[in-house]
C-alpha cells in the first residue's frame, strides 16, 4: 500500500476516533518519543474516549518530550499496561490544558495518577495535608496543590467519584493548603504566631464543602490574645499572619496562582478590619448586620489554625443566623438580593451565564438557602452546609416535594458539572458556557454526550435551567415562606400546653378541640404530618383572622381528611401560589362554601390556580352541562351531573367572591363592591342557566328522545333576568312553547307541560346541595294560571288583561334556555309594554305607588327593623329596584340604555340621560350594592339565605368581615348600614313617591 493510502487509513481511523485534526494528530503520533507506543490500538482507543483527542495526544506528547530517558521508558509501559493510569492520565489531559501544562512542568507528578489504594478513593483533609506537608514556600506549595488537585480531577473526569464528592474533596484540599499556608506565614513570623490565637473560618462554597476546582475562598479570621499578650498587639500579629497567608495562596508567582482568599465577607467588608476577637464580631452582627450576612454564615466552618477558636466562633453566629429570619422584611430581602445579582448582570453575558443568570446555579443555592433559614429555626435537620445535602433534607422534611427536589438536585448536579468542566479546561474562574464551537464539542463530550456534544449539550443546559427557574419561582417566591417567617420561634414548633395557650389568645372559642384537630393533623411521622407541621401555625393565624376560627380549623380537618391520600393536596397548599392562605379564607369564612367544598374536596384545586376562581362563561358551563347529561344513563343521572357542575362552579363563585372581598397577601381586597357584585350575580345566573339548560335536556331525553314535538323556551324573570341572583334567589321563570309546523297544538300543550312538570321534579329531588328552585308565580294570572303557555297565547293575554305589575315584572324578561329563537320573539312580544311608546299615565303610576307602599306594610316581616331588612327596608333593594324600574318604564321607550334588564346599569343610564342627578344616582347604587351584598354575606355566613343581619354574635362579626370591617367593628357596620340607606330613602322619596 502507498504512503498516501496508508495515512488516508490512519486520517479515517482518527476522525472515527473523535479527533477534529487528523493531520495534526498523525503529525504528532509521529514523533520519535511515541514510537514505542504508536501502533498499539489501546493508546488510541483511550485517546478517542477522551473529552479532547487532540489537546490529549497534544498534551501525552508534551509529558513525554519532558522526561529523561529513563523515566520515558517507565511512563510508556505504564501507559500501555495500566489502563486505570492510562484513562486517568489521558481523560485529564483531554480535559484540562492547564494541567496538561503542569505535567509538562513536572513530568513526575503523572505517578500521582499510577494506582490508588480504596482509603485514597476519596481523600479528605488528612490525606491531603500529608501531601503538601513538604511545601515550605508559596512556590513549593502550588506544585503540590496542582498535583493533588491533578488527582481530584482524574477521579472527576473518570466518573470515580460524582460532582457533590469532587466538590467536596476540592474544599478539603482548599481546608489542607489554607493549613499549610499558615503554618509558612507562622515559620516566617515565629514572634507573631506566638502572640495570638488565629482561627480561620471559611465561608461560601469552601464552607459548605462544595467548592469548585477555580474559586475565591471566602474566609473571616477571629483572633484572640495568646496567654498574657496585649490584646491590641495580638490582633496587629494576627492581622500579619492573615495577611501573609492570603499573599501565599493568592499571588502568581512562576507556578501560577493557587485562588484568591477573600476576606470581603467580614464584619463591615473591605473596610473593617481585617482581624476581630469573637466578642467584637458578635457585637457587630447582634447590632449592625444586614441580612445577606446572615445568609453567608450559613455556610461557616472553622478549617485552619486555632480550630477551638473557630468552633466557639461558629457555636456563637448559630444562633444568630438561625433567628434571622424573624427580621423584618427578611424573606423580601433575601428575594430583592437575588434580584439585583441578575440586574447586574452584563447584557452581552446573561444567555451565557451558568452561575448567577436565570436558571443558573444561585437560584438554585438561594431557594434552599432561602427555605433553610425559614424552616431551619425550629428543625434542626436543615442546618446543613452543602446545597444538595440541604435540598435533600429539605424533601425529607416535606418543605419541598419529592419530585421537585429530585428535579433541582439533579439539574444542579448537572450545572455543577458543566460549571466544573469550564474551570477545568485552562483553570480560570468563569461560569461562562462557551460560544465557540471546539469549546462546546469539549465540554459536551466531557459530560459524555458523544453523539452530538454541541447540540446535546445546548438542550440539556436550556432543559435544566428552565427546570430551575421554573422551581426557584415557584419555591423562592412562595407566599407561605413569608408568613412562616413572621412566626415568632415558639409558634413554629408548639408543646401541646404552648398550643392551647396560643389557641386561647389567637381568638379560639374551644382550645381544648382545636388542640384535637391539630394532633390529629400533624402528630406522627409521616411525610404528611410532616407537611401539616409546616403548614399549621400559618393557617391558624390566618383562621384566627376571622370571625371563626374553630370553624376554620374543623373545616381544615375535614378537607383534609377527604383529601388525605391524595398526593397533591397538601403539596399545592406548601408550593403554588396563595392557595394555603385562599383555603384558610374560605374555610372560616361561614357555612356555605366549606359545605361545598367538602362534598366536592377536590374543588379544592381551584384555590391554587390564579385563573381558577374567575367564574367561567355561559357558554363553557352550558357546554360541559350538556356533555355531562348527554353521557348520564337517565334523566335523575343526568340532572345529578349536571348538579356536580353547579356544586363545583357555586364553590368557585363564592370563594372567589370571599377572597376577592377579604383580599390576601398576594391579592388584596378589590376596591370596588359593584364590580364584586355584578361578578357573583352573572356568575350564578350564568350557572343557573345552563343547569336549567341540563334539566330541559334531561326531561326531552326522558320523554321524547332528541327532539320535543314544540318549541320550547325558559324566559329569566327577576333576578334572574337581571343577572343580580344571590346565592340563596330562586330562579324566577316564565315557560313559552309553540308547536312545530303539522303538530296538533294539544299535543304540543301536553308535551311543553310534561316537560315542565319533569324539570321541576328532577331539580326538586332530595340533594344537600343548595337547590335550585323554579318559581314561575310571575306568569299570567299567577298561581291559578296555566303553567306554560303558547307565545301566542302571552300575546292575546297581555294585549288584553296585562297589569301595571306585570310589565314592570318583565322589565326583568330574558331568554335563558332551550329555543333561542322563540326567546328572542318572546323579548319582541313583550319589549312594548314594558317601554310603552306613550310612557305611562299617571293612573299606571298611582298603581305603581300604591303596590310599593302595600308590599312595604304588608310583607315586611312582624316585629322586623325596617331599618336592617336588606331588601323590603328603608333604601334596601324594592326601594332601589322600583325606583329605577319607573324610569325604565317611563321613559324606556326614548332611551335606549334604559332597555336593560339589570338594575345597576339602568341607573347609570339614567343618570347619562339627566333623568336623574349623578348624586342622586350614587347614593341609590351604593345603597343597591350594600344591601346585595349583605344578603350574599348572609348565604355565605349562615349557609341559608335571609334578608337581615343575623343575630348571632359570630355570624355577625363574619358579616362584617365579608362587607370589609376588622374585628370588633360590628356597630360601625350597622350604623354604616342605616346611614347609607338613609339617604337612598331620601332620595326614593323624591324620585319615586314625590316623581310627577
Not at 409546616?534 to 393557617?539: E, G, N, S
Not at 340563596?728 to 315542565?756: C, I, K, M, Y
Request: aromatic share 6%; with cysteine; net charge neutral.
Amino acid at each position: 500500500m502507498s504512503a498516501p493510502g496508508r495515512r488516508s487509513s490512519t486520517f479515517t481511523r482518527l476522525l472515527r476516533h473523535g479527533f477534529t485534526d487528523p493531520s495534526a494528530a498523525e503529525r504528532l503520533l509521529g514523533t520519535p518519543e511515541l514510537a514505542a507506543v504508536r501502533g498499539n490500538p489501546v493508546l488510541l482507543d483511550a485517546l478517542g474516549a477522551t473529552a479532547d483527542p487532540d489537546l490529549a495526544l497534544l498534551g501525552l506528547v508534551r509529558l513525554v518530550e519532558a522526561q529523561d530517558e529513563g523515566e520515558r521508558r517507565v511512563f510508556l509501559d505504564t501507559l500501555v499496561s495500566a489502563k486505570p493510569m492510562r484513562d486517568r492520565l489521558l481523560g485529564v489531559l483531554g480535559a484540562s490544558e492547564a494541567l496538561g501544562d503542569h505535567l509538562a512542568r513536572h513530568p513526575r507528578d503523572w505517578h500521582a495518577l499510577v494506582m490508588y489504594e480504596a482509603a485514597d478513593l476519596h481523600p479528605g483533609i488528612a490525606e491531603f495535608e500529608r501531601c503538601l506537608a513538604d511545601a515550605t514556600d508559596p512556590v513549593s506549595l502550588r506544585v503540590a496543590y496542582r498535583r493533588c488537585l491533578l488527582s481530584i480531577a482524574a477521579r472527576d473526569v473518570c466518573g470515580t467519584t460524582d460532582v457533590a464528592q469532587a466538590a467536596a474533596e476540592l474544599a478539603d484540599l482548599a481546608t489542607a493548603t489554607l493549613r499549610s499556608a499558615l503554618a509558612i506565614a507562622g515559620k516566617a513570623a515565629p514572634e507573631d504566631a506566638a502572640m495570638c490565637r488565629l482561627a480561620v473560618v471559611a465561608m461560601g462554597k469552601c464552607g459548605g464543602h462544595e467548592l469548585n476546582y477555580v474559586s475565591d475562598v471566602d474566609v473571616i479570621f477571629v483572633a484572640e490574645a495568646a496567654d498574657g499578650a496585649d490584646e491590641d498587639k495580638a490582633l496587629r500579629a494576627a492581622t500579619r499572619l492573615a495577611s501573609h497567608l492570603m499573599r501565599i495562596c493568592s499571588e502568581t508567582n512562576i507556578e501560577g496562582t493557587i485562588w484568591p482568599v477573600d476576606a470581603n465577607l467580614r464584619p463591615e467588608g473591605r473596610n473593617g478590619p481585617l482581624v476581630r476577637t469573637l466578642s467584637s464580631h458578635l457585637a457587630y452582627y447582634q447590632r449592625w448586620a444586614k441580612t445577606w450576612e446572615f445568609q453567608a454564615l450559613l455556610k461557616a466552618r472553622a478549617v485552619a489554625g486555632d480550630l477551638a477558636l473557630g468552633e466557639a466562633y461558629v457555636n456563637a453566629v448559630s444562633p444568630l443566623v438561625w433567628q434571622a429570619a424573624e427580621r423584618e422584611n427578611f424573606v423580601s430581602d433575601v428575594q430583592k438580593m437575588r434580584r439585583r445579582v441578575v440586574d447586574n448582570i452584563p447584557a452581552a453575558q446573561i444567555d451565557r451565564e451558568l452561575k448567577l443568570g436565570p436558571g443558573g446555579l444561585r437560584d438554585v443555592e438561594f431557594a434552599v438557602q432561602l427555605l433553610q433559614l425559614v424552616h431551619g429555626r425550629s428543625d434542626a435537620t436543615l442546618h446543613k452546609g452543602s446545597t444538595l445535602g440541604a435540598l435533600e433534607a429539605l424533601s425529607a422534611g416535606g418543605y419541598v416535594g419529592r419530585a421537585d427536589a429530585v428535579q433541582l438536585d439533579e439539574a444542579y448536579r448537572f450545572l455543577r458539572s458543566m460549571e466544573h468542566r469550564i474551570q477545568l479546561y485552562r483553570l480560570r474562574r468563569t461560569h461562562l458556557v462557551p460560544q465557540d464551537e471546539a469549546g462546546l464539542r469539549r465540554l459536551g463530550r466531557s459530560l459524555g454526550l458523544r453523539t452530538e456534544p454541541v447540540a446535546e449539550v445546548n438542550r440539556a443546559w436550556r432543559r435544566h435551567a428552565s427546570v430551575v427557574r421554573r422551581l426557584h419561582e415557584k419555591i423562592f417566591y412562595r407566599p407561605l415562606l413569608d408568613a412562616v417567617a413572621q412566626l415568632a420561634p415558639g409558634e413554629i414548633r408548639l408543646s401541646p400546653k404552648a398550643a392551647g395557650q396560643r389557641l386561647e389568645a389567637l381568638g379560639y372559642a374551644d382550645p381544648a378541640a382545636a388542640l384535637r384537630h391539630l394532633e390529629a393533623l400533624a402528630s406522627g411521622v409521616t411525610r404528611k404530618a410532616a407537611i401539616q407541621r409546616t403548614l399549621l401555625p400559618v393557617l391558624l393565624g390566618w383562621f384566627a383572622d376571622s370571625a371563626d376560627p374553630d370553624a376554620g380549623l374543623l373545616g381544615f380537618r375535614k378537607v383534609s381528611d377527604a383529601l388525605g391520600k391524595t398526593p397533591w393536596y397538601l403539596r399545592l397548599l406548601r408550593d403554588e401560589g396563595a392557595a394555603a392562605e385562599n383555603l384558610a379564607r374560605v374555610l372560616s369564612a361561614g357555612r356555605l362554601a366549606p359545605d361545598l367544598l367538602l362534598r366536592a374536596p377536590e374543588a379544592v384545586a381551584l384555590l391554587g390556580d390564579p385563573e381558577g376562581l374567575k367564574p367561567r362563561g355561559r357558554a363553557h358551563l352550558e357546554q360541559e352541562v350538556l356533555a355531562a347529561v348527554g353521557r348520564a344513563d337517565g334523566a335523575e343521572a343526568a340532572v345529578a351531573a349536571a348538579r356536580g357542575v353547579r356544586r363545583r362552579e357555586l364553590f368557585r363563585t363564592a370563594a372567589g367572591d370571599l377572597i376577592g372581598s377579604y383580599g390576601t397577601e398576594e391579592s388584596p381586597a378589590e376596591q370596588d363592591p359593584g364590580a364584586l357584585v355584578d361578578r357573583v350575580g352573572n356568575a350564578l345566573t350564568d350557572l343557573n342557566a345552563a343547569t336549567l339548560a341540563g334539566a330541559l335536556r334531561a326531561a326531552v331525553r326522558a320523554h321524547w328522545g332528541d327532539r320535543l314535538p314544540t318549541r320550547f323556551a325558559v324566559i329569566g324573570m327577576g333576578r334572574f333576568g337581571g343577572h343580580e341572583l344571590g346565592y340563596g334567589s330562586d330562579a324566577d321563570v316564565l315557560f313559552v312553547h309553540e308547536p312545530w309546523d303539522g303538530v296538533d297544538e294539544q299535543e304540543a300543550a301536553r308535551a311543553a307541560n310534561t316537560v315542565v312538570a319533569e324539570m321541576r321534579r328532577l331539580l326538586q329531588l332530595p340533594t344537600s346541595d343548595p337547590p335550585l328552585l323554579i318559581d314561575a308565580d310571575l306568569r299570567p294570572e299567577g298561581k291559578s294560571g296555566p303553567m306554560v303557555r303558547t307565545l301566542a297565547s302571552y300575546a292575546a293575554y297581555y294585549r288584553r288583561w296585562s297589569l301595571a305589575w306585570e310589565s314592570q315584572a318583565l322589565l326583568r324578561a330574558e331568554p335563558m334556555a332551550g329555543d333561542a329563537d322563540l326567546g328572542r320573539r318572546f323579548v319582541e312580544l313583550v319589549d312594548p309594554l314594558r317601554y310603552p311608546k306613550a310612557g305611562l299615565g299617571e293612573d299606571a303610576v298611582r298603581e305603581i305607588r300604591r303596590l310599593k307602599a302595600r308590599m312595604e306594610s304588608e310583607r315586611l316581616p312582624r316585629g322586623g327593623d325596617p331599618t336592617l331588612h336588606a331588601k323590603l327596608g328603608r333604601g334596601g333593594l324594592s326601594d332601589v329596584e322600583w325606583t329605577v324600574q319607573l324610569m325604565q318604564m317611563r321613559h324606556g321607550a326614548t332611551v335606549p340604555g334604559l332597555r336593560t334588564t339589570r338594575t345597576r346599569d339602568a341607573l347609570a343610564a339614567a343618570r347619562e340621560a339627566d333623568l336623574i342627578a349623578a348624586d342622586d344616582a350614587a347614593v341609590l347604587d351604593e345603597a343597591w350594592v350594600l344591601a346585595t351584598r349583605v344578603r350574599n354575606a348572609v348565604m355565605l355566613v349562615r349557609g341559608r339565605a335571609g334578608d337581615t343581619f343575623p343575630s348571632d354574635g359570630r355570624e355577625l362579626g363574619a358579616v362584617a368581615r365579608y362587607l370589609g370591617y376588622e374585628a370588633g367593628h360590628v356597630g360601625d357596620m350597622l350604623d354604616d348600614y342605616r346611614r347609607t340607606t338613609r339617604r337612598a330613602r331620601a332620595v326614593v322619596e323624591e324620585r319615586f313617591y314625590g316623581a310627577a
